[in-house]
Every structure is written in structure tokens, then in C-alpha cells.
Nanobody, 119 residues
Framework: QVQLVESGGGLMQPGGSLRLSCVAS????????MGWYRQAPGKERELVAI??????NYADSVKGRFTISRDIAKNTVYLQMNSLKPEDTAVYYC??????????????WGQGTQVTVSS
């Protein structure tokens, strides 16, 4: 099976930076897209950024501050978060869609990593 392991969350002051990583491991035939979502207390989970092939899309609230990238050889997706704001505080989840055989697809969520932005 396929597993996702996230890392890189933590506590940061406003204006600081953090980088999240998510590694997909196991039986992977191909990966279609990799993305990051977040969920703040009392709010619904929302898309932060997604990368599909060479294309990226971002939530308006993070454009110009966050950058998503992917290391295809390592099946890893990163989220570089700069100029962090208190409203970026949330649990961040990695989400990956792909195939574990030529005919079978998967869609998985990571376990989540807490990002807290506070002075």
C-alpha cells in the first residue's frame, strides 16, 4: 500500500518561514497530483496549493507567499511558507492522487501537521 508522511510543522512568529514536506512511499506506479490543504479550528478544510505535472494552483490567501514544489524522483511534495500570518495557523494536510498499478488508483491524506503562527 501507499503511505504519506508529513513533516515540518511547528510554531513560528509572524513574518517567519516554514517548509512542509510530504513523502509518498510504498507501491507507487505513478502520481497524478500532490497538494496541501489546511483546516483551522471551527473551519472547513480548504485547498492551499496543488501541483499537477508542471502546473500549480494556489489559494488567493497564500499567493505570493507560499510555493509548492515536487521532487518526482523522491515522490515528495514541499510547501515553502514565507511571510507567515496568524491566520495561516491550521493543521496542514498533504493529499496525493496516483496509481499503485497501471489499473488501480489511490487518493490519500497525510496525518496532518500543526502550523501555529503567533508572537
Amino acid at each position: 500500500q501507499v503511505q504519506l508522511v508529513e513533516s515540518g510543522g511547528g510554531l513560528m512568529q509572524p513574518g517567519g518561514s516554514l517548509r512542509l514536506s510530504c513523502v509518498a512511499s510504498g507501491r507507487i506506479f505513478s502520481i497524478n497530483d500532490m497538494g496541501w490543504y489546511r483546516q483551522a479550528p471551527g473551519k472547513e478544510r480548504e485547498l492551499v496549493a496543488i501541483i499537477t505535472g508542471g502546473s500549480t494552483n494556489y489559494a488567493d490567501s497564500v499567493k505570493g507567499r507560499f510555493t509548492i514544489s515536487r521532487d518526482i524522483a523522491k515522490n515528495t511534495v514541499y510547501l515553502q511558507m514565507n511571510s507567515l500570518k496568524p491566520e495561516d495557523t491550521a493543521v496542514y494536510y498533504c493529499n496525493v492522487h496516483g496509481r499503485y498499478t497501471e489499473y488501480n488508483t489511490f487518493g490519500l491524506w497525510g496525518q496532518g501537521t500543526q502550523v501555529t503562527v503567533s508572537s
